[in-house]
């Protein structure tokens, strides 16, 4: 074997604590390295220039670059080795920026390190074999997973360019925390007049399946060949007969429901359709409170229907759906305000979220766009905002920034002064956050045009007094205690990860975080991708966003889908699992730790051995490790493969 070691400098992030030309000199040394050198930037085009030159002239069978982190160059260097004839798998990265250069300042050792990583990965490529990727059919179908802003913007381009779309909404409309808005920052636009469109074209498009009030059941399969079977939950009414007529509502007995849409600020029926501008535009109907479900009579809608619509009989039913791709869009959920004490959420009802908040600002609310108390309906003058709750605040493990909860809440002091005239707000702060383009002047506009009083200070408590509410803090900038009056208090409520996220996350097979929200592939180069190929991340089940940045990643999203579907064929990873079928003795432990389920139990000559599905499996090498007969070795990391590197370090 011929091989050739590149050592990259990366400017000064390597060459600063390591002497490159050393690690590079030391190399020539090791077993079947002919060539070895150090230079400047091994990724830019003249860096992979000269290790395709390097290749032809030296005639290398195999190489080693010696640089930053394989997560982010691995696919760069193997696609420069394929450019010069080799195999893509005759190459081997050892990381001495992540792993050396920057976590240590000694020169001499940081060399010496650096020397050994490279020993490792020479001893690794010796062992190597060239693997040859197989190909598959893709299906040019999409599904979607959660029809808010972020979703809606994804189906509409992924169908805009020519592929079938499924959408599949878990409520009984599309438009997600967007719908539930008045009017959108920074620019103070109605958010209905800006999402119904986009909402209507969802119904209308040619392209989009949607499946409404529907979730996901269970995934299976692999990139451009899914099979998700969605749970179309029972709505109790036809909806191929419903015209949205309303006739039901009007009729329902059963009128003192709390509103989910409205977030529980205001009453519904039992039979409802969200807000007018729904879509599908069909009304459904809650078994929990319907007296026809709970006292077994009733049947008021089935006899004011005029298409004779209503179906109490009906039950949940599964769907099947083959796609080649899903992207997640499932959103956020508001952190749960009764889990602060001190002020009062869920105990005093003048203490809201921002989004019921925004529910008493729209005119499609409770109370027809005019700002009154849940208590007693009054109108309130002194509007105290209290900032970061549930955001920032490691006492409740929620330590990260929500990033749009400062922009709202200047958003809603302005929505009141315009609405209440001789009103005055109020707005306990940390730190004013507003990064994005005309932010800070929304802001500013706020506390100059609008009169918001800003207080940098955390809130002690709140408690009543009479029919008020007293808020009790602190004004850090002026160094003194605070305590305001209030008519109203609207707590700014962080954003957290939807309600059974980790769940979904599993079916999916992708990561998560420990607060829940999904985890993208490389938080710098692969935003929207996830460590399952075919899966993609949009919106706010990443983390928290607003909704630019929402409908951005629904693009973004959308654009590598139809980046993935721009082949007829796509390549699998060569790099999985492999049974040798003679040492196998068919125990099945691999088949039960696969969390992708790739492997099988298959008969062969009367005995039960493994066999691993190609295209499913994903390398991990869980199985590899589980094997008490080493029968499953995983492709370019065998067993012989680590031990040989284990032995390098050794003999350092």
């Not at 050892?94 to 390190?113: F, L, M, P, Q, Y």
């Not at 508001?334 to 809201?352: C, N, Q, T, W």
Request: glycine content about 8%; some cysteine; proline content about 5%.
């Amino acid at each position: 074997m011929r091989i050739g070691v590149f050592v990259c400098h990366c400017g000064s992030n390597i060459e600063g604590t390591v002497d490159t030309g050393i690690v590079a000199k030391t190399a020539l040394d090791f077993p079947e390295v002919v060539f070895a050198t150090d230079t400047m930037y091994a990724c830019s085009e003249p860096g992979q220039d000269g290790i395709i030159q390097a290749i032809k002239d030296k005639n290398l069978t195999g190489v080693v670059v010696a640089s930053c982190t394989p997560r982010m160059h691995e696919p760069t260097f193997r696609r420069a080795v394929e450019r010069a004839g080799l195999n893509r798998f005759m190459f081997e990265m050892a990381n001495i920026r992540e792993h050396v250069s920057w976590i240590g300042k000694d020169r001499e050792a940081n060399t010496n390190k650096s020397v050994d990583l490279v020993r490792i990965a020479v001893e690794k490529l010796r062992r190597d074999a060239p693997l040859i990727p197989s190909k598959f059919s893709v299906n040019k179908r999409v599904m979607i997973i959660g029809g808010g802003v972020a979703g809606i913007q994804a189906a509409l381009d992924c169908a805009d360019g020519g592929l079938e779309v499924v959408l599949v909404e878990r409520d009984s409309s599309i438009g997600g925390k967007m719908a539930k808005l008045d009017k959108t920052f920074p620019t103070v636009d109605c958010s209905s007049c800006i999402l119904g469109p986009k909402m209507v074209d969802v119904a209308q498009h040619p392209n989009i399946t949607l499946h409404a009030y529907s979730e996901v059941d269970a995934i299976s399969g692999y990139v451009g060949n899914f099979q998700v079977q969605v749970k179309k939950k029972a709505t109790y009414v036809d909806w191929e007969l419903c015209t949205g007529c309303g006739a039901c509502m009007e009729k329902c007995p059963s009128k003192k429901n709390p509103d989910v849409f409205n977030e529980k600020i205001g009453p519904c029926t039992s039979i409802n359709i969200p807000f007018p501008q729904a879509i599908p535009k069909k009304a459904y109907i809650d078994a929990t409170t319907c007296r026809q479900f709970v006292k077994g009579k009733c049947g008021v809608c089935a006899k004011v229907c005029p298409t004779g619509a209503i179906r109490y009989d009906m039950t949940d039913e599964i769907v099947t759906e083959d796609v080649g791709a899903i992207v997640a869009a499932t959103g956020y959920d508001l952190f749960d305000i009764s889990k602060i004490a001190e002020y009062g959420g869920g105990r005093y009802p003048d203490v809201i979220t921002g989004l019921q908040y925004e529910r008493l600002l729209s005119a499609s609310g409770p109370t027809g766009g005019h700002i009154k108390r849940p208590s007693d309906g009054k109108e309130p003058k002194n509007i105290v905002f209290i900032q970061c709750v549930g955001s920032r605040d490691k006492s409740l493990d929620r330590p990260y920034c929500s990033g749009f909860c400062c922009m709202y809440t200047a958003k809603q002091t302005i929505l009141t002064k315009d609405h209440i005239p001789d009103s005055q707000s109020y707005v306990f702060y940390m730190d004013i956050r507003a990064p994005g383009k005309m932010y800070d002047e929304f802001t500013r506009r706020a506390m100059e045009e609008y009169g918001a009083r800003y207080i940098r200070g955390r809130v002690a408590m709140v408690y009543p007094k009479g029919d008020k509410l007293m808020v009790r803090g602190a004004d850090t900038l002026a160094g003194t205690q605070v305590e305001i009056e209030a008519d109203l208090v609207v707590l700014a409520a962080g954003a957290e990860a939807a309600k059974g996220a980790p769940q979904l996350a599993e079916k999916l097979r992708i990561s998560y975080d420990k607060y829940g929200f999904f985890m993208e592939s490389h938080p710098k180069l692969k935003p929207v991708e996830t460590n399952t190929a075919g899966v993609y991340l949009a919106g706010s089940c990443q983390g928290p966003k607003d909704i630019p940045q929402s409908v951005g990643q629904g693009s973004a999203a959308a654009a590598k889908v139809l980046a993935l579907f721009s082949k007829d064929m796509l390549e699998s990873d060569p790099q999985i699992s492999r049974v040798d079928i003679k040492r196998c003795v068919g125990c099945g432990k691999c088949i039960m730790t696969c969390p992708f389920k790739a492997i099988k139990e298959v008969e062969f000559r009367g005995q039960k051995k493994a066999e691993v599905i190609e295209t499913v499996c994903q390398g991990c090498g869980i199985c590899t490790s589980t094997c008490p007969q080493g029968a499953i070795q995983l492709s370019h990391f065998t067993d012989n493969q680590i031990l040989a590197e284990v032995n390098a370090l050794c003999q350092s």
